[in-house]
């Protein structure tokens, strides 16, 4: 991979041993993809505050700087964690303090974390603790290279934002955070963004909440790892809804840019999404009335039991409307008693909520609106959980395997019905 | 008896020499939310490899899907003493390039056959730098 004479310098040790270790993992980072050279990035989104069993046998061996450079950088040296080159934020990690005696959650975790934010708020880390960045000003603009991990906040970058970023991971997050460099490989090259995957949607519309998770389920088992573009009956979406969207097809599959022609920035129309050219898009896959029933059925085939004891919203984490729009019905319920029921917010956006009434609302219902974390990040729900149900895609699929339960996919509408009566009586609606 | 061996040239993504016992996956892996580091166990509900074991397998898989935690969840296997020996990934993706980086084990891809169809679970496998021979069992 070619250096850069800056780039050599930092991998010779100019910068100090904690840059020389980020710029040796970028190196052997770059030679696993047989990346060209290295970009220059100033936007980055990674987890450093994530407790975790390794994590905390790092720190008690060698503190925050020990813990830095094994799983930020894989190094094995003794290293000072100098301040952070370009502006870095946090994604989700654990619950915080607000979370004790709601949340069952281990205590240690939370004071680990609570070191953690103060340790790295010093070294210039912007706490944002949510898996949703873009939601609380980290807006990266067209065209900007950036290097983020989560993979709902990558597609959302790369597609909706028009940003270029790969769906990286802890320890090339960390070494970006210390170089402001990233491989050049992959998304970052305007000649990689095209569409490969034509998906028409017909004989029904694409319109709610609820639908665009179906259908993002539906794209990622179409393109994998590809770039599916949608087309056909759909409506216009909203910030949410393309939330939901591409978190599932980031589950189903690894999608990592989607375009729909006319909305998102890259594609103007169907042609241009796939170079230009007519002769280039594909014939086209249809999304209709049936496959919108079997992923309806796959994300519901875990469940078996009616019973709800827990009810998840806010995966993604969720925007203040739609924190105001579970205040709306919930107002003047009661959840049963045999279920729980949490809202996951940024807590930027939990102040909002806090502010404009809805938390009250929600809790005086008996539910609740949480900051930073969720149950698949921080292995966590209820006491006792054995049935849950969630209007996120992402989180149907994945909490089953994380927390060994059961899962209920269905609308906002549903799931807070199943909250108040403690049982489930969802089903597709035609 | 003709030659039981297949030989397979490719890209490594981590150089170096092991050999080990082949563990295939069809499917293509979750890290997060699709493995248990500290078992080293797939755990993700609907998976082909459900409950399977790999550490201290050549793990050979189309590719990485899901959660950008991918790489950390192998990066944990290392430091649990779970991972495996070996990777040998159909298609590279960052997710799986950084994953064998961190778990720091010999990895190949781009090889001139499609190694998930070659390759059977049991099969005795060795990867050395840019080739794979692989003795049917």
Known sequence: ?430 | MSDPRIILRGRPVVPGRVEGEALVSHEPISGWGGIDPARGVITEVRHELFGVCFAGKILVFPSAKGSSGWSGFFQTTRLSGTAPTGMIIGRISAKSALGAVVTRVPAITDLDADPCEVIATGDWVLIDNATVEVTKR
Request: charged share 20%; aromatic share 6%; hydrophobic share 40%.
């Open chain 1, 1 to 430: 991979m070619f250096l850069t004479d800056e780039e050599k310098r930092m991998r010779d040790g100019a910068e100090g041993d904690a840059v020389a270790a980020a710029m040796d993992l970028l190196i052997r980072y770059g030679y696993a993809l047989d990346a060209e050279r290295l970009c220059d990035i100033r936007n980055v989104a990674g987890t450093m505050t994530q407790p975790s069993p390794v994590k905390a046998r790092l720190v008690a061996e060698g503190g925050w700087d020990k813990a830095f450079a094994v799983i930020n950088l894989d190094s094995d040296l003794d290293l000072t964690v100098p301040p952070m080159r370009v502006p870095t934020c946090q994604l989700q990690h654990g619950f915080g303090p607000d979370s004790v005696d709601i949340v069952p959650y281990p205590r240690a975790n939370v004071e680990l974390q609570d070191d953690a934010e103060a340790f790295y708020g010093r070294h210039g880390v912007n706490i944002l603790a949510t898996c949703t960045p873009y939601q609380v000003g980290n807006l990266p603009l067209r065209g900007e290279h950036c290097a983020w991990m989560e993979s709902s906040a990558v597609i959302y970058a790369n597609s909706v934002l028009g940003a270029r970023t790969n769906c990286e991971g802890i320890a090339s997050t960390g070494a970006a955070s210390l170089t402001g460099k990233i491989p050049c490989w992959g998304n970052h090259r305007e000649e990689n963004r095209l569409g490969t995957h034509l998906i028409s949607v017909s004989g029904m519309t694409v319109e709610s909440f609820q639908d665009w998770g179906l259908l993002g389920y539906f794209a990622g088992g179409v393109a994998g790892e590809d770039h599916p573009v949608i087309t056909g009956e759909i409506s216009r979406p909203d910030l949410t809804e393309l939330k939901h969207f591409g978190a599932a097809a980031a589950t189903s599959g690894g999608v990592e840019l989607y375009h729909i022609p006319g909305i998102t920035p890259e594609a103007p129309s169907v042609a241009a999404a796939f170079g230009g050219s007519a002769k280039a898009v594909p014939a086209a896959v249809v999304y209709g009335p049936a496959e919108r029933r079997q992923m309806y059925e796959t994300l519901n085939e875990i469940g078996s039991s009616a019973d709800v004891d827990f009810v998840l919203l806010g995966c993604p984490h969720a925007s203040v409307d739609q924190i105001r729009q579970a205040a709306a019905l919930l107002d003047g319920k009661r959840l049963s008693a045999s279920t729980e029921l949490w809202i996951m917010a940024p807590r930027a956006l939990k102040v909002m909520a806090d502010r404009s009434g809805y938390t009250e609302v929600i809790e005086r219902a008996g539910g609740r609106v949480l900051a930073d974390s969720c149950p698949a990040m921080s292995r966590a729900a209820p006491a006792g959980t054995r049935v849950f149900a969630t209007d996120s895609a992402k989180q149907a699929h994945y909490l089953p395997a994380i927390l060994g339960i059961e899962a209920w996919f269905g609308t906002l509408e549903e799931c807070v019905a199943a909250a108040v009566t403690g049982r489930w009586n969802g089903g597709l609606s035609e």
